[in-house]
């Protein structure tokens, strides 16, 4: 079994920082892209950042510049450090990784967490 737990979201001002944290756990031998996802009221689950297991990240156009994501390959964790943030952030933040647990005959699987709540308000 493989888990992905979250942590770090709240409450902050606009202008405001926030560090999202999600850590893997469980059958795994290696792990491929991790990143985050965010579904707002009312709307579809979309891709904020994600980062290869090499370190290359990509963003979203909406949070280009203000959102950093980064990992650490030795503890299974990926993490979303975003700053200036803006109301239209506020969303479910989901973590999302691609992990194989080892066994031959099996495939690559994603898994996500159950994600984090970030509102952004004054």
């Known amino acids: 079994q493989v888990q992905l737990v979250e942590s770090g979201g709240g409450l902050v001002q606009p202008g405001g920082s926030l560090r999202l944290s999600c850590a893997a756990s469980?059958?795994?031998?290696?792990?491929?892209?991790m990143g985050w996802y965010r579904q707002a009221p009312g709307k579809g689950r979309e891709l904020v950042a994600a980062?290869?297991?090499?370190?290359?990240?990509n963003y979203a156009d909406s949070v280009k510049g203000r959102f950093t994501i980064s990992r650490d390959n030795t503890k299974n964790t990926v993490v979303l450090q975003m700053d200036n943030l803006k109301p239209e952030d506020t969303a479910v933040y989901y973590c999302?990784?691609?992990?194989?647990?080892?066994?031959?005959?099996?495939?690559?699987?994603?898994?996500w967490g159950k994600g984090t709540l970030v509102t952004v308000s004054l």
């Open positions: 469980g059958s795994i031998f290696e792990i491929n892209d």
């Open positions: 980062i290869t297991s090499g370190g290359h990240a």
């Open positions: 999302n990784a691609d992990i194989w647990d080892g066994r031959p005959w099996r495939r690559v699987m994603k898994y």
